[in-house]
Structure formats: structure tokens, C-alpha cells
């Protein structure tokens, strides 16, 4: 069965550290990728998307991810982190021909210390 | 601004009893989405609309069903809540129209936490 899993479920930082949650997905064929973050009371929201061309996409709020099809992951990173990036990280899927089905990971909860 | 709204905000029901959530959309969006969402867990999709033709996911149990009487409206009705089901439910949008560069994103509501008693 296709699946996203996200190695962390919970990280803690400092801020100014530098930020990476990883995210693979098991689907052999092309894939629309997507992080979306979900701030304390607030709802998912699209941090960034990853369709084609340049594997390496630019979110809002300098999150960038990178598409490694050999390894069929999308890592979601952030070079200095802030308080404000406190939230909950879900990496997501859309297997292309798989309609708009779109298959979600757990989540990373990101706690960022100020 | 363009939303995605869902009420109630919290539904408490006991078990057995009927319960419907609401979804509603401002964007004129093609597809509408139900997730179910238990914790630490990630958002299961049960069900999607595109326009008036629905999609069930296979694993989408029979006790639960869904509505579109037009394009801004989507209802979730739980026939018979179990405790199992307490959880909390995601309604979502995506255009469906301009192709996999535009159609796929989805837009959130705020999620329905039901109880079941």
C-alpha cells in the first residue's frame, strides 16, 4: 500500500538552529509532494509544493524542500529556525493518476525554543 | 476572505446516535475532501467529491456516509458513532482545474472534534 512516513514525531530546537524533517514515500511512479504546517489553533495550511522541474522548491517563511527520486524522499528543511515556526509538519503525497487522492504522513510536532 | 468553514467547531454524541458535520466553501472549488484524523496520527481520507461525483476510499467503513447538495456544501453523516470514531474530522478544497500545478493544493477548514460518549 502507498505510504509517507516522517522519521520524527517530535523535535525540539533552539532557535537559530538549522531545521530538517525528513519525509519518505512509497510510490514508484510520479508524484505531486507537498508539506503542509499546522500552527497552534490554527489549520493546515501549504507550506510548499513540489510538482516538477527543479527538485528544489521554496516555501513561505524560508522553509525549502528537496525531491530525491532516488531515494524517494522530500525532505523538509530551514536553515535558522524561530519561535514562530512552532507547529506541526505534515508531509503529503498525490500519487500522479491516483485522482486527488492525497496520502498524508503523521506529522513532526517542531517545538522551537526561544 | 475565501474559506473553508466547518461547524460545529465540537460535536459531542453518544454512542449509536446519528451525528452530521458540515463543511462549507467560499473558494467555488471543484473537490471537497472529508479526512478523519485520531491523534498523533495522520489525516485518513475517507471520502472525495469531485463536483457531484463521489469518490469512497475502500477502507472507508459503511457507517459512514457524505453529501453535496451543491458546490459550496458537504456534509459527513456517522450513522451509528462508535467510540472508535472520536476523532478529529477534516473537510478540505482543491480546485481540481488548471492541472497538477494548481488543482491538487488543498485548503483547510478547522476541523470538527467529535466525542462520542
Known amino acids: 500500500a502507498q505510504s509517507v512516513s516522517q522519521h520524527n514525531h517530535h523535535v525540539i530546537l533552539s532557535e537559530a538552529a538549522s531545521l530538517e524533517l525528513g519525509c519518505n514515500y512509497s510510490?514508484?511512479?510520479?508524484?505531486?509532494l507537498f508539506w503542509y504546517v499546522q500552527y497552534p489553533g490554527q489549520h493546515l495550511q501549504l507550506l510548499l509544493k513540489?510538482?516538477?522541474?527543479?527538485?528544489l522548491v521554496k516555501g513561505i517563511k524560508g522553509f525549502e524542500a528537496e525531491f530525491i527520486k532516488s531515494k524517494f524522499s522530500f525532505n523538509l528543511r530551514k536553515p535558522s529556525v524561530q519561535w514562530s515556526d512552532t507547529a506541526e509538519y505534515f508531509c503529503?503525497?498525490?500519487?500522479?493518476?491516483?485522482?486527488?487522492?492525497?496520502?498524508f504522513g503523521a506529522g513532526t510536532r517542531l517545538f522551537v525554543k526561544a | 476572505d475565501a474559506m473553508v468553514i466547518q461547524n460545529p467547531r465540537y460535536q459531542v454524541t453518544q454512542f449509536g446516535k446519528p451525528v452530521t458535520l458540515s463543511c462549507s466553501q467560499t473558494l467555488n472549488h471543484n473537490v471537497m475532501y472529508w479526512y478523519q484524523q485520531k491523534s498523533s496520527q495522520a489525516p485518513k481520507l475517507l471520502f472525495h467529491?469531485?463536483?457531484?461525483?463521489?469518490?469512497n476510499e475502500a477502507d472507508t467503513p459503511d457507517n459512514f456516509q457524505s453529501r453535496r447538495p451543491n458546490t459550496s456544501f458537504c456534509f459527513l453523516d456517522i450513522r451509528s458513532p462508535g467510540l472508535g470514531d472520536a476523532a478529529m474530522y477534516l473537510c478540505?478544497?482543491?480546485?481540481?482545474?488548471?492541472?497538477?500545478?494548481?488543482?491538487?493544493?488543498?485548503?483547510f477548514g478547522p476541523g470538527t472534534r467529535l466525542t462520542v460518549l
Open positions: 510510490y514508484g511512479g510520479t508524484v505531486n
Open positions: 503529503a503525497v498525490n500519487p500522479s493518476g491516483g485522482g486527488f487522492k492525497t496520502i
Open positions: 513540489y510538482f516538477s522541474g527543479d527538485p
Open positions: 467529491y469531485y463536483d457531484k461525483d463521489f469518490n
Open positions: 478540505a478544497t482543491s480546485s481540481g482545474a488548471g492541472g497538477r500545478r494548481t488543482g491538487y493544493e488543498q485548503f
